[in-house]
């Protein structure tokens, strides 16, 4: 917000000024008001490239922000099939997002109760889509959840827990605490 004030004044303020040294007061009101729209355009435009370079240094970006309401109103209503359909959809419109398969897996172990279901949309997950910024270490962490505590196998747990250990740094001295 500074940086469109900050280009904003600086083109009203340019304006202003070249209005005023014309001699004609209503036109540094017009360049004035003209220069403000400018000046925030181009120095808005400036920053957001910048942002772009901070957030995505890669290149790759994260899929847009998608929404899943028709899906979320079909599960609260019951509808648990039809919003696994719905993302279903999601999926097969960009297979690279995680999020839909999250979704779904969430569905089948809370309200569906189909554990073995919701792992394998998980590990689907895990080897289907591009699992930038926190996704790997969320959608291991649900898995190994599933194994240690829903299906009570946490001797399936160990490879994605290595998985997760691999990812995020741990502190040496930290034990595990017993499932």
């Known amino acids: 917000m500074k940086a469109i004030l900050l280009g904003g004044g600086s083109g009203g303020a340019l304006g202003l000024i070249l209005g005023l040294l014309v001699g ?61 359909g719905v993302y279903q959809e999601a999926i097969d419109e960009i297979p690279s997002d995680p999020e839909p398969y999250l979704k779904i897996a969430t569905l089948l172990s809370e309200k569906v109760g189909d554990h073995e279901k919701a792992a394998v949309w998980l590990r689907r997950a895990l080897q289907e889509t591009e699992l930038w910024g926190r996704w790997e270490v969320v959608l291991v962490r649900d898995l190994t959840e599933l194994y240690r505590h829903r299906i009570a196998e946490p001797s399936r747990a160990p ?16 034990q595990i605490s017993p499932a």
Do not use: C, W
């Not at 957001?48 to 370079?53: E, K, M």
């Not at 490879?159 to 930290?174: R, W």
């Open 159 to 174: 490879p994605y827990l290595k998985i997760n250990s691999q990812v995020m740094s741990y502190n040496t001295d930290a």
């Open 24 to 84: 004609h007061p209503l036109l540094g009101v017009l360049l004035g008001t003209l220069g403000v729209g400018l000046g925030s355009l181009l120095f808005s435009e400036k920053v957001g490239g910048a942002a772009h370079v901070v957030y995505a240094p890669t290149g790759s970006t994260p899929p847009p922000d998608r929404d899943y309401s028709r899906a979320e109103s079909l599960a609260v209503r019951g509808h648990f099939d039809d919003a696994i």
